[in-house]
Nanobody, 123 residues
Framework: QVQLVESGGGLVQAGGSLRLSCAAS?????MGWFRQAPGKEREFVAA????????YYTASVKGRFTISGDNAENTVYLQMNSLKPEDTAVYYC???????????????????WGQGTQVTVSS
């Protein structure tokens, strides 16, 4: 069992930046960030597979968000720049202990989820 604890959410003006952190209680194979806006499905944002430090991004955040982390410290970060009001959502950290043949851009690839942290971007 892996526990995930997110931090770093908050309120920011459009164009601003926030950095989310997620600490895992044990070693993982890959970690990701998802978000869920009110009335919408939870959607993939970014992921990192520790082997090779391979990263994945959804198109809407490429060039603005950067996922990084320290596998030895079991911690992943999401640096969010040039934030837009449409980035407003609850952001969830996710982790898996297994290889996914189909990548890490879908919810089913993950076994563990954090409690979520609110990100609000004002216009």
């Amino acid at each position: 069992q892996v526990q995930l604890v997110e931090s770093g959410g908050g309120l920011v003006q459009a164009g601003g930046s926030l950095r989310l952190s997620c600490a895992a209680s044990g070693r993982t194979y890959a970690m990701g960030w998802f978000r869920q806006a009110p009335g919408k499905e939870r959607e993939f944002v970014a992921a990192i597979r520790w082997s090779g430090s391979t990263t994945y991004y959804t198109a809407s955040v490429k060039g603005r968000f950067t996922i990084s982390g320290d596998n030895a410290e079991n911690t992943v970060y999401l640096q969010m720049n040039s934030l837009k009001p449409e980035d407003t959502a609850v952001y969830y950290c996710a982790a898996t202990l297994r290889l996914s043949r189909f990548g890490y851009e879908y919810r089913g690839a993950y076994d563990y989820w954090g409690q979520g942290t609110q990100v609000t971007v004002s216009s």
